[in-house]
């Protein structure tokens, strides 16, 4: 069904879709049932979202006679899961288009900026010739719907749906807040379209603005509240956030989580070398370990590592007896032996073995919810038809190793010296080890087998954790190389004048108000009376009225600094090249309409901020925190640990109240006000107040590149840095070798 939140949307409320949903949120459900329903499900929502693909006809013999009978254009088609969750879906695509490629993408999200990044991305060599149908079964805030589709725009794909089961309000509301998408931004024009088999529901005091079916967790809106730069909840988008379920024709981050717009070089190079040098620990857990440690009060572990303790558990526990000399000696043997030659380069069982530990684990932990289960051996248990979980944890471990070898060779080629970066490695991935394995009181080298197999040495891991920090070094090298003259930044501008520009815009939206179930007459008479509305602002404006006087029942809103983050009729118009002040206009979107006053259009010359905040609900608390920051030694260090502790804003508090390199228009104005006064110098503070509370600022710079020589830079060093990876690791593949048996 296409839904109000426009043409691109489409719900599907079939009842077979209803009932199955109702049975996978039963909690009596098994995991073999759980697994099933989301296959069949995937089949329902793929017939509906390949219902437009192109026909043709072919001339067939059938037995009474001969006819010219539709078949498929010949069109190609891809199907692209998120990892890890969106797996559980694909099956049920390929059921209904066995032909179809997949292709992978894997996420993670920056522990200090909570950005979205790609860690992965495979695909079909031809993919900007396919199809592409992205598949997850939860739409969350979106970033890694948005980040999915900025990777396959990226590639020249034009064609895009993205397919899910339920969506949260933060998924509704995708913001385009980013100067250089990790994978490449989408430009406007080019077809996305979304497919949900939930249904809309409202929010007590908001518009509706969101799929969202009955019993889904609302801790994702939760965690969102007392965002400074949230202006309003409307499915009438200020400055142009997105009214419809993922269907967008340009690059986004949603508007409900307070991101900053990207990572200093300092801090990306942190986290790439984090995610790549740990393999399987998240760090932020690891503080937390730390920290409980020292209070003398964790006695249980973490999430990322209760599957290993419990096989740890196995291994220390289940039997007192000790290996025999002979034994442990034939271990050693199998564990060196080569189970792959990667670009040349043999590599050994316990090589590979680090790779797939860290992939089962992740899934030993998070499995059960797409049919894997840890208590049972992975090479009996059926992934998809032909194809075990081992299977499927080989595979992925393989690709993760190919591309990590291959990175790893051409910095060693090249000369590259990673050792810093190799030592830092090695000393802060043996650290955790041991503070893991200390809560059970278990060695270095139990610990080790217990995570990544029996056949796991210290030698081999830090072997590993060293080549994967060579790798992230030598990537992050080759980024920080790249520079930019004004002739090159002039040149990006010059192709895509919009994507550096605002446009100071007036508009006074006005929406139906209708629930999903209202029938075609009340929508449509809806919607004209809406117009109506919008074009009496208008007529009042014509006659000497302001905007805001004229809003009547509807929504005013002032953007002084709207940018082109979404495709909409309205934002569209205000960027075409014939606009001029004072004209207006009525557009037409998702669940209304708008009158709309233009003022001017500017290229984005100042230059971006970067603060840091402690959002609390009085004014009375704000100034006891500012005192107590005050009398301390008053450093960016001390406040940002304040934040982590006292500052209600969820969003922000666990990277230290961090808003990086803030752009004009994405925050509500008195925050906004403070954050790019002139005098405004390293070290200030100070306590505005906001309809979300009241802020303790703290002012850490100004970017001396402005806003669109920033943004230029790093849309031309993504690019870049991603063909680089793309030369390097394309073409390489493993070989496996006969000891691959003893992996898993």
Not at 172 to 180: Q, T
Request: hydrophobic fraction near 35%; include cysteine.
């Amino acid at each position: 069904m296409e839904s109000k939140f426009g043409s691109k949307v489409h719900i599907m409320d079939h009842p077979l879709v209803a009932h199955k949903l109702t049975i996978m949120r039963d909690k009596n459900t098994s995991v073999k049932d759980f697994r099933e329903l989301v296959s069949e499900i995937g089949m329902l929502i793929t017939y509906e979202a390949t219902r437009d693909l192109p026909l043709t006809t072919k001339h067939i013999e059938t037995p009474i006679c001969e006819m010219d009978a539709p078949t498929l254009a010949g069109r190609k088609f891809v199907v692209v899961p998120i990892l890890r969750a969106g797996l559980g879906l694909v099956d049920g695509v390929l059921r209904m288009v066995p032909s179809a490629r997949v292709g992978h993408i894997g996420m993670y999200r920056d522990e200090e900026t909570l950005e979205p990044h790609p860690y992965f991305c495979k695909m079909p060599k031809d993919v900007a010739e396919r199809d592409v149908l992205i598949v997850d079964p939860m739409l969350a805030t979106g970033g890694s719907a948005a980040e999915a589709i900025g990777e396959m725009k990226k590639r020249g794909c034009k064609h895009i749906k993205l397919m899910v089961l339920v969506a949260a309000p933060e998924g509704m509301h995708f913001r385009h807040e980013v100067s250089s998408p990790p994978r490449g931004a989408v430009r406007a024009g080019r077809r996305v379209q979304a497919f949900c088999a939930a249904k809309p529901c409202r929010r007590a005091g908001h518009r509706p603005a969101v799929l969202i079916p009955a019993g889904v967790s609302r801790r994702a809106s939760a965690r969102n509240r007392g965002r400074p730069h949230l202006r309003h909840e409307v499915s009438s988008p200020p400055r142009g956030a997105v009214p419809a379920l993922c269907a967008v024709d340009f690059y986004h981050k949603q508007q409900f989580e307070r991101k900053p717009l990207t990572m200093s070089a300092s801090r990306e190079k942190k986290a790439r070398q984090e995610l790549n040098e740990s393999g399987y620990v998240d760090p932020r857990k690891a503080r937390e370990a730390e920290e409980k440690a020292k209070e003398r009060r964790s006695t249980r572990i973490y999430t990322a590592v209760i599957v290993a303790f419990v096989l740890l558990g196995v291994v220390l526990f289940a039997s007192g007896r000790i290996q025999a000399s002979n034994e442990a000696k034939e271990t050693a043997r199998i564990g060196a032996e080569s189970a792959v030659t990667i670009d040349g380069e043999d590599f050994s069982v316990n090589d590979v073995a680090y790779y797939y530990g860290s992939i089962y684990n992740t899934f030993a932990n998070n499995g059960s919810s797409f049919g894997f289960d840890s208590s049972k051996s992975a090479r009996e248990q059926q992934y998809t038809e032909g194809k075990t979980w081992h299977d499927y944890f080989l595979e992925t471990a393989l690709t993760y190793m190919e591309e990590s070898v291959a990175v790893a060779h051409a910095a060693e080629a090249a000369g590259f010296d990673g050792a810093e970066q190799m030592d830092s490695a090695e000393q802060s991935n043996l650290s955790m080890i041991d503070l893991y394995a200390s809560y059970s009181g278990a060695t270095r080298a139990q610990y080790l087998t217990a995570m990544f197999g029996k056949y796991m040495t210290e030698e081999a891991f830090v072997r590993c954790v060293r080549r994967n920090a060579l790798a992230s070094a030598y990537q992050q090298s080759y980024s920080d190389s790249l520079t930019y003259s004004t002739a090159d930044l002039q040149a990006a501008y010059d192709e895509d004048p919009d994507a550096y520009c605002s446009v100071d815009i007036e508009y006074v939206s006005f929406t139906t108000g209708l629930s999903s179930d209202a029938t075609d007459a009340e929508k449509s008479a809806a919607m004209e009376e809406a117009k109506a509305k919008a074009e009496a602002v208008l007529a009042a404006y014509a006659e000497g009225r302001s905007f805001e006087e004229s809003a009547g029942d509807g929504t005013y809103t002032h953007l002084a600094h709207a940018d082109r983050s979404v495709t909409s009729d309205m934002l569209t118009w205000a960027f075409a090249a014939d606009r001029t002040e004072g004209d207006t206009t009525v557009a037409e979107q998702s669940s209304g309409y708008v009158a709309v006053l233009f003022h001017s259009r500017s290229r984005d010359d100042y230059h971006p901020v970067t603060v840091r905040h402690i959002l609390v609900e009085d004014e009375a608390t704000a100034e006891e925190i500012l005192a107590d920051f005050k009398a301390g030694d008053a450093t960016e260090s001390d406040f940002a640990a304040l934040a982590s502790t006292k500052s209600t804003d969820s969003g922000t508090a666990s990277n230290g109240g961090l808003v990086s390199n803030m752009r004009k228009g994405a925050y509500v104005q008195p925050f906004e006000d403070w954050s790019f006064d002139p005098s405004r110098q390293s070290g200030d503070t100070g306590i505005v107040e906001s309809e979300y509370g009241f802020h303790v600022m703290y002012f850490v710079e100004t970017n001396e590149l402005p806003y669109w020589e920033y943004k230029a830079t790093n849309t031309l060093k993504s690019s870049a840095v991603n063909d680089w990876y793309d030369a390097i690791t394309d073409g390489v593949t493993a070989e496996q070798l006969d000891a691959i048996e003893y992996v898993g």
